[in-house]
């Protein structure tokens, strides 16, 4: 409403930069309750690659955006029991980090199988790499490489396990 009462170039600045704002709080805000959301213990069955197509769909629109071409190799009939919303919170923020660190066009592959009691998932992309010496620290929950504003930071801490952190820290 703000915005059609003021007009200048100094009163659409100060209106962009609340607009900015908002949206990083509300990024923030939307990552902590999905945050919180996770606590849950739910196991599910489910279809796997219907479930990474919906984690894909999200990303539609910025991918086209940024011309990144997304890749999903995952067994078409496979199912698996899963803690839907910690793994989707958890693609998401890898998803997501791959995204970022593509400067311009490039190209991320999920990958994805469930064999037994054993599910694989990789995230590749061909962005920029973690420094050698930081990736020691990918797992404190508010580590980031990005710049302030950039990510909200709540990306690997997510524990995979009830009761800890995970038990292997590598990627």
Known sequence: MLKGMYSGEKAQRSFEFIDNAINR???????????SRISNDSI??????????????????????RKIHLTLNAVHDSMCLINAASLKHILVNLIANAVDAIDETGAITLSASADHHLLSI???DD???????????IFNPFYTTKEPGKGTQFNL???????????????
Do not use: M, T, Y
Request: glycine share 8%; proline share 6%.
């Open 25 to 35: 709080a509300s990024g923030i805000i939307d990552n902590l309750l999905g945050f």
């Open 44 to 65: 599910e069955n489910v279809h796997l690659q219907h479930f990474l197509e919906e984690v894909v769909a999200l990303f539609q629109k910025s991918l086209q955006q």
């Open 122 to 124: 990789s995230i590749e």
């Open 127 to 137: 962005g920029c790499r973690i420094p050698e010496h930081e990736i020691k620290r």
């Open 157 to 171: 801490s997510i524990p995979l396990e009830k009761g800890g952190p995970p038990h292997d820290n590598s990627l």
